[in-house]
């Protein structure tokens, strides 16, 4: 039996490592397919927006998965949700593999983005169980992991794409989820509940917490605005790539997404300076640096040098503004530290939804020029919330 973690009383550096690999692994599966959509949405013959959509409900199934299974964390055991989980993201990833029907996809996709919440009881466990001295640094790790996994996801999928198809990039992932269970079951140490009472007694103490804290909300709202806004760009990117002056595959979406690797570097290191700097300002950076992709990616639409610099820049913006503001929300309560991280992280995919929703709209009704006019828009909405607030 594996022995329990201790509050306050630290993580080794070889268990912060696994479980910054894992959030990586499993978070990678809702992204997989951004780079694979035009080619998905040729080989069944379907729409740009019903291709979008299997984006769409990735993002949505998080969210949901946010607010009913990570609360769960804090009535029952971790490693053992984390198990289950893996589980089913194996069948359901071989279920998409095998799909011929574009609707099965996005049933799959929903159930895929449901059970790729792992990183989310991971990183309240790392600020639950480490030092206090060392609580921001060992969140920026684990989150820097999980970003990790997002910009290897679309790189890996866009050359296995292109290379083998997409039903094997899918096929490659289950397996993946196997191997990812057995490394849980032999590493992972089990950590006490937080709360005693029913299910339905901690989902109600959500809109307590909701409630008490102020701040929870409008740090909530504001990331899942600008996240929104992040989504708007690569929910469309494979379809803007495919046409001129680029023709480009799966692959060449994949290989920008490496761009981002700035992003995940911004997270190892910001961290600790939070508290100097103030999350006040680490929004308006993060916005004011979104804003400026945008012009990029609309003044250089047509140049890879723009878009790549875009990438850069929207993911520095964008880790400065998720860093900041979830990684502090985590001292209003250590001991519901699960319950905020689930309402935190359930609005901020729920902005995912609907920047991925609204790129798909805007796509199609208006082409780039729709998207970045969308994307701006969100990002002016979280630069809105920042200034009409004291936080």
């Known amino acids: 039996m594996k022995a329990m973690l201790k509050e306050g009383a630290g993580l080794s550096n070889g268990l912060l490592c696994t479980l910054a690999v894992i959030a990586g692994v499993s978070v990678a599966n809702l992204y997989y397919n951004q780079p694979l959509l035009d080619m998905l949405r040729q080989d069944l013959g379907t729409t740009t927006l019903a291709a979008n959509h299997v984006a769409l409900f990735s993002q949505l199934g998080y969210a949901l998965g946010l607010l009913f299974i990570i609360p769960l964390a804090d009535l029952f055991s971790r490693r053992r949700i984390v198990l289950v989980n893996f589980l089913l993201l194996a069948v359901s990833l071989l279920a998409i593999a095998t799909a011929s029907d574009i609707r099965v996809i996005h049933g799959f996709s929903l159930v895929t983005g449901v059970c790729s919440v792992i990183p989310q009881i991971f990183i309240?466990?790392?600020?639950?169980?480490?030092?206090?001295?060392?609580?921001?640094?060992?969140?920026?790790?684990?989150?820097?992991?999980?970003?990790?996994?997002?910009?290897?996801?679309?790189?890996?999928?866009?050359?296995?794409?292109?290379?083998?198809?997409?039903?094997?990039?899918?096929?490659?992932?289950?397996?993946?989820?196997?191997?990812?269970?057995?490394?849980?079951?032999?590493?992972?140490?089990?950590?006490?509940?937080?709360?005693?009472g029913t299910y339905a007694a901690l989902m109600k103490s959500l809109l307590t917490i909701v409630r008490r804290y102020p701040t929870l909300r409008i740090y909530s709202v504001r990331a899942a605005l600008a996240f929104g806004s992040f989504l708007c760009f690569w929910a469309s990117l494979a379809f803007k790539m495919a046409q001129a002056p680029f023709y480009a595959g799966s692959n060449v979406v994949g290989m920008l997404g490496l761009c981002g690797i700035a992003g995940a570097l911004t997270a190892t290191f910001a961290g600790k300076y939070i508290r100097r700097v103030g999350v006040r300002r680490f929004n308006y950076i993060g916005v004011g640096l979104q804003i400026l992709a945008w012009l990029l990616f609309f003044f250089g639409a047509d140049s890879y040098a723009a878009l790549v610099a875009g990438i850069v820049v929207?993911?520095?913006?964008?880790?400065?503004?998720?860093?900041?503001?979830?990684?502090?929300?985590?001292?209003?309560?250590?001991?519901?530290?699960?319950?905020?991280?689930?309402?935190?992280?359930?609005?901020?995919?729920?902005?995912?939804?609907?920047?991925?929703?609204?790129?798909?709209?805007?796509?199609?009704?208006?082409?780039?020029?729709?998207?970045?006019?969308?994307?701006?828009?969100l990002s002016s909405a979280s630069l809105l919330v920042t200034l009409c607030t004291k936080k």
């Open 314 to 377: 929207v993911d520095i913006g964008m880790q400065c503004i998720q860093l900041s503001n979830q990684a502090t929300l985590f001292e209003l309560d250590p001991s519901a530290s699960n319950r905020i991280n689930t309402i935190f992280m359930s609005t901020y995919f729920a902005g995912g939804s609907l920047g991925t929703l609204l790129s798909g709209a805007a796509w199609s009704l208006y082409g780039w020029t729709g998207v970045v006019a969308a994307g701006i828009l």
């Open 124 to 196: 309240p466990l790392a600020a639950q169980y480490s030092r206090p001295e060392y609580k921001n640094r060992n969140v920026g790790i684990v989150l820097s992991g999980l970003l990790t996994g997002i910009l290897a996801s679309r790189v890996v999928s866009g050359v296995v794409g292109e290379l083998f198809g997409w039903r094997e990039m899918y096929f490659a992932a289950a397996g993946l989820m196997v191997v990812s269970a057995a490394v849980v079951l032999y590493v992972l140490p089990d950590a006490r509940p937080n709360f005693r």
